[in-house]
């Protein structure tokens, strides 16, 4: 009876912490981004990790030199869409783009593998939707102060590089080691 008694409240621990863990999840790999009110608006309609389409939870985050919180955010709600993103130029109160500033610094966070991706490549695509125009040239550049009906259309490609595997070198370069420590343990 003890035994049933303590198996069910473990299992109701369980199933409290894996709901707290989730609501308290807001998909926030990124730090929330800076907040002017300077805005300029982005959006995309063909957004890859991996030449798979991106996948909701997963996010994509601008950053600019010198700035460790990002000046643009948004969490995949859509399945290789994201935006409207925001980009947050700097208001004079408040740090951000600067009017004409080279908007390179893209990252993805891959959401199903856990995967900080920093080689991502903007793709400039055919035409407009809507309100949303693509830019006559790369790199990005921040215009300005925006409203949201009008706004800028660029497509992401994130490709995530494999680390090096060092940790291969590490074990072959123990093996000596190894055997020479059972060898002796075995005599």
Same mark, same amino acid.
């Given at each position: ?8 409240? #473990?299992? @109701? ?12 999840? &807001? ?6 981004? #800076? ?76 959401? %199903?593998?856990?995967?900080? @991706?920093?080689?991502?490549?903007? #793709? @400039? ?17 921040? &215009?300005? %102060? ?14 995530? #590089? ?23 343990? @075995?005599?």
């Amino acid at each position: 009876m003890n035994i049933m008694k303590l198996k069910r409240i #473990v299992c @109701i621990f369980s199933f409290i912490l894996a709901l707290l863990s989730f609501s308290n999840s &807001s998909y926030a790999y990124f730090a929330d981004p #800076v907040s002017t009110t300077q805005l300029m608006w982005l959006a995309g309609i063909d957004f890859t990790i991996d030449g798979s389409p991106a996948q909701i939870g997963d996010e994509i985050a601008l950053f600019i030199p010198g700035l460790e919180t990002p000046i643009g955010l948004y969490v995949v709600d859509t399945a290789g869409q994201y935006g409207t993103m925001v980009i947050y130029g700097d208001d004079g109160t408040n740090p951000g783009a600067a009017t004409n500033q080279a908007l390179t610094d893209f990252r993805v966070y891959d959401l %199903s593998t856990s995967t900080l @991706i920093t080689n991502v490549q903007p #793709v @400039i695509p055919d035409g407009c939707i809507s309100v949303y125009c693509p830019p006559s040239s790369l790199p990005l550049r921040y &215009s300005g %102060s925006q409203t949201p009906s009008s706004g800028t259309l660029l497509n992401m490609q994130a490709t995530a #590089v494999p680390e090096p595997a060092t940790s291969v070198l590490f074990i072959t370069g123990g093996l000596p080691f190894i055997y020479r420590f059972l060898r002796k343990k @075995i005599k």
